[in-house]
T-cell receptor
């Protein structure tokens, strides 16, 4: 079974600075997807960024980027120019690759609470 | 375009009772998944419904059951509630087979079992 581990229960960053959230995972599969989700107090899980394991290039979405190290099974999230609105729980998640995407079960880590100081 | 909607938003039940939670998927989506998120933890997969059938199930007892209707909406039923069933229940929808398919989540139902 796949497992996802987030070793940082809480992180803090000064507004406008950069922070990196860590995630490691365990799988025996070669094709899979990795995700970072943000969960603000509204409780809705919001997709931040997605990485396909077959792509060597790290995904980026505006101020958010990842460092995907497939051999090390590491998937960290870097948030640049942090904003007050970035404060939330962040979850790393894993999903198997399936041809028709059916059975798209996500395995989540335990989460990291990000606080942004003004 | 409405996203994933869940009802009710909050619910209080007594141990031993039964509960039904409801989810309407995002417009155009045909697959619904349910997750349980205990306080301070990441969500855990309960099961997924596609074409009105349970397609995949996580490590949850038979007290947890579900249903998908022809309009793709879904219900999660929990029988014989235990204190440990207190959690946020999240529904997520997607369209099977779509390129670059994404999972959209609702805001959840907060269930408290007393």
């Amino acid at each position: 079974a796949q497992t996802v581990t987030q070793s940082q229960p809480e992180m803090s960053v000064q507004e406008a600075e950069t922070v990196t959230l860590s995630c490691t995972y365990d799988t025996s599969e070669s094709d899979y997807y990795l995700f970072w989700y943000k969960q603000p107090p509204s409780r809705q899980m919001i997709l931040v960024i997605r990485q396909e394991a077959y792509k060597q290039q790290n995904a980026t979405e505006n101020r958010f980027s990842v460092n995907f190290q497939k051999a090390a099974k590491s998937f960290s999230l870097k948030i640049s120019d942090s904003q007050l609105g970035d404060a939330a729980m962040y979850f790393c998640a894993y999903r198997r690759f399936l041809l028709n995407n059916a059975g798209n079960m996500l395995t989540f880590g335990g989460g990291t609470r990000l606080m942004v100081k003004p | 375009d409405a996203g994933v909607t869940q009802s009710p938003t909050h619910l209080i039940k007594t141990r031993g009772q039964q509960v039904t939670l409801r989810c309407s998927p995002k417009s155009g989506h045909d697959t619904v998944s349910w997750y349980q998120q205990a306080l301070g933890q990441g969500p855990q997969f309960i099961f997924q419904y596609y074409e009105e059938e349970e397609r995949q199930r996580g490590n949850f007892p038979d007290r947890f059951s579900g249903h998908q209707f022809p309009n793709y909406s879904s219900e999660l039923n929990v029988n014989a509630l235990l204190l440990g069933d207190s959690a946020l229940y999240l529904c997520a929808s997607t369209l099977v087979g779509a390129t670059n398919e994404k999972l959209f989540f609702g805001s959840g139902t907060q269930l408290s079992v007393l």
